[in-house]
T-cell receptor
């Protein structure tokens, strides 16, 4: 069945460091891919999405490219801020949603 | 603001009791999903409704049930509560089930504490 695997955390970075959170997926069809972010005490918020191979989703300085050949959708940001501290979830939708286990990111000043 | 409203925000109750969590989806969204988030098990899909009908079932216990009403709001009923049911319960909504690129929009959750 479909599934999403993302890198385990927690991840701790210094402010202005480069961020990569790895996400790979398994799907039988042609899924759409998403990254969600969850700030403390809040629900999950859509961060970005890509609906087909080679699409790049971007938002708030975050980017992820839908790579069909490597079945990956890695999240990247060139320079993280303290305010980016949150839990990040990779997800796929093939008419049903499948979420990864989440990666906790802490950015220290 | 996602447009998805969940009430109550917090709920504290005793073991053996029954509670009802309520969700109002975003305007125009026909699908409602319920998720349970606990520290040790991450985000677990419970159940999905589309336009009043059950669409998909996940890891939902028999003690739990849900429904979606004609006005599209949904309720999740949890009965015979156990300590292990303490968790955050999220509702999410989406436009429908025929588009796989339609994202889920989450509410802020109901934090349930069973004592």
């Amino acid at each position: 069945g479909d599934s999403v695997t993302q890198m385990e955390g927690p991840v701790t970075l210094s402010e202005e460091a480069f961020l990569t959170i790895n996400c790979t997926y398994t799907a039988t069809g042609y899924p759409s891919l998403f990254w969600y972010v969850q700030y403390p005490g809040e629900g999950l918020q859509l961060l970005l999405k890509a609906t087909k191979a080679d699409d790049k989703g971007s938002n708030k300085g975050f980017e992820a490219t839908y790579r069909k050949e490597t079945t990956s959708f890695h999240l990247e940001k060139g320079s993280v801020q303290v305010s980016d501290s949150a839990v990040y979830f990779c997800a796929l939708s093939d008419y049903q949603f499948y979420f990864g286990t989440g990666t906790s990111l802490t950015v220290i000043p | 603001d996602s447009g998805v409203t969940q009430t109550p925000k917090h709920l504290i109750t005793a073991t053996g009791q029954r509670v009802t969590l309520r969700c109002s989806p975003r305007s125009g969204d026909l699908s409602v999903y319920w998720y349970q988030q606990s520290l040790d098990q991450g985000l677990q899909f419970l159940i999905q409704y589309y336009n009043g009908e059950e669409r998909a079932k996940g890891n939902i216990l028999e003690r739990f049930s849900a429904q979606q009403f004609p006005d599209l709001h949904s309720e999740l009923n949890l009965s015979s509560l156990e300590l292990g049911d303490s968790a955050l319960y999220f509702c999410a909504s989406s436009v429908g089930v025929l588009l796989n690129n339609s994202p889920l929009h989450f509410g802020n959750g109901t934090r349930l504490t069973v004592t």
